[in-house]
């Protein structure tokens, strides 16, 4: 355990984020004691001590070092002493000063720095995004862009504020280029995408810590969820009158759960209260590939869908029975295979890398199986170790270092999507990600994903329905509410007047 004792409590989250992204194997705990001592923690082999002083920083990082008794008494000396001591060694102490009435953030920056210098010169070790620890760092460059700054500044600024890596900073500088052009066809001012939550599964998987529930147990109370749901549905679609609907995402879960004719009475409901005639993105994440079915396609093809998703994560047929997939690769293969058929052209897949026990040559396995069906789009995820998720208990019996995603593997992604045509288009990061990288999505020129830009950029209002969703106002200073709906599936449904009323709060004057 890496304890990290503050004298002051901020900061908090920042701090517990960097340190864990420099000690992934390890559990980092953050202390705020105000008289600035540190206590000793049992099992710890490192300490962080950071006290915030007037305009000033300072850090002292502390090892504790296994010793020999004879080490530090001599032969003679030992024999009175038998047992193995150890001793606490100084690592690094360095501080850091600020100017008086310095705002809060660039503060929190000038922390991060200080930090960061402590542990890469203790560890020997440099992270790819430097101190950044958000989900969102194509913000920054975007930002940077809407202000007029040349690439050069840009990129040169994100290195000395956030000692990025080159390659990391070209890439969200790209990205973020690519998605203000993306995103300049969209109404901002006048215009909304909504999302509605589909969360049942055929089974949860092992990394999953997303709202889902296992169809099975469910089967008998989807058409109590979809009376809920229809009911938010059109207090959504009234309060947004007059706004413009640009794009729209059933996500979950995973929506292809439902039966066709659930499907069809979803479709219908949504066409009965919305407007239509302005979407410019239609997507179900149909995603398993053991709950596609022609059936579904062509309920989804009446329908107006225009993007897909059929999701494998690997290639692998004994890491998806591992991870709970319950499918095989050759049934990804065939669900694609019927996609097509159907005559859907905008059809992503999800990989995700570092999954257990995963190799390179497991990766471009995957890399070179998918290639030769040929997606339209490809997200590539770093696994994300979640706390509610199964995984977080098998990595604590079997270790971080099962989880294999390195430069190369990502490497091996990205070209394939290169050699595809794709180029990337939108991209995020999350807390305790394998190999602190990032998830990328690929995609060819017009096949991009625009709902996943906006949800990664908030450039818009995102109404959302469902158990587990959460609805996202953005002003037009840039401010933004939220309203969340209840996760379980039965409170959902037993309070459907409550999210109802917590939307009118949201949107009363939208």
């Known amino acids: 355990m890496i304890p990290v004792w503050i004298n002051k409590p901020q900061f908090e989250y920042d701090i517990h984020s960097l340190v864990k992204a420099f000690f992934p194997a390890e559990e980092v705990r953050v202390f705020c004691t105000e008289n600035g001592n540190a206590e000793r923690v049992s099992g710890q082999s490192v300490s962080v001590r950071i006290q915030f002083l007037e305009n000033e920083i300072a850090m002292e990082l502390e090892r504790e070092q296994m010793v020999e008794p004879e080490d530090m008494l001599g032969e003679q000396g030992a024999a009175y002493l038998p047992d193995v001591k150890a001793i606490r ?23 991060k720095q200080l930090l960061y210098k402590g542990l890469s010169g203790y560890l020997k070790k440099e992270l790819p995004w430097g101190t950044l620890t958000g989900i969102r760092p194509v913000k920054i460059p975007m930002m940077m862009l809407e202000e007029g700054k040349r690439e050069d500044e840009i990129l040169e600024n994100m290195k000395r504020t956030y000692f990025i890596s080159d390659a990391k900073g070209r890439l969200s500088l790209d990205i973020a280029k690519r998605e203000k052009e993306i995103l300049s066809a969209l109404h901002y001012k006048d215009g909304y995408s909504l999302y509605i939550g589909i969360p049942f599964c055929p089974t949860t998987c092992l990394y999953c810590s997303f709202t889902s529930y296992p169809i099975a147990a469910w089967r008998k109370r989807v058409g109590d969820y979809l009376d809920a749901l229809e009911k938010e549905i059109a207090y959504a679609a009234g309060a947004c009158e007059g706004k413009i609907l640009d794009t729209v995402y059933i996500g979950g879960g995973t929506p292809t759960t439902l039966e066709p004719e659930e499907l069809e ?47 494998p994560q690997t290639m692998k047929d004994e890491t998806l029975q591992f991870i709970g997939r319950r499918h095989t690769v050759a049934q990804v293969k065939e669900a694609f295979a019927s996609a097509r058929k159907e005559g859907f052209d905008n059809i992503n ?10 190799t390179e040559e497991d990766v471009r396995h995957t890399a070179e199986e998918i290639a030769k069906l040929n997606p339209d789009s490809l997200t590539v995820h770093s696994l994300a170790i979640k706390r509610a998720s199964a995984l977080s208990q098998w990595i604590g019996e079997n270790g971080i270092r099962t989880l294999r995603n390195t430069d190369a593997t990502m490497d091996i992604a990205a070209k394939a999507a290169a050699d595809m ?29 625009i709902y996943n830009i906006l949800i990664m950029e908030e450039k818009q209002t995102i109404v959302a329905c469902g158990a587990g969703s959460v609805s996202k106002r953005v002003y037009p200073d840039g401010r933004i509410e939220r309203s969340e709906n209840v996760k379980d599936v039965s409170q959902y449904i037993e309070r459907i007047g409550e999210m109802i009323e917590r939307k009118k709060h949201l949107l009363c004057d939208c």
């Open 349 to 358: 897949m999800d990989i995700i890398l570092g999954l257990p026990e995963e």
């Open 265 to 311: 009475r979803l479709f219908q409901a949504i066409r009965e209260h919305f407007d239509m005639g302005g979407v410019q993105e239609f997507t179900v994440e149909a995603g398993r590939a053991d709950s596609i079915t022609r059936e579904k396609l062509r309920v989804l093809k009446k329908y107006g869908i225009t993007r897909i998703s059929v999701n």
């Open 89 to 111: 060694e100084m690592g690094c102490c360095i501080q850091t000063q600020y100017a008086e009435g310095t705002p809060r953030n660039e503060v929190r920056n000038v922390l």
């Open 421 to 449: 045509g794709m180029e990337p288009y939108y991209l995020y990061r999350q807390k305790n990600m394998s190999g602190n990288f990032e998830n990328v999505g690929y995609a060819r020129a017009g096949k991009y994903g």
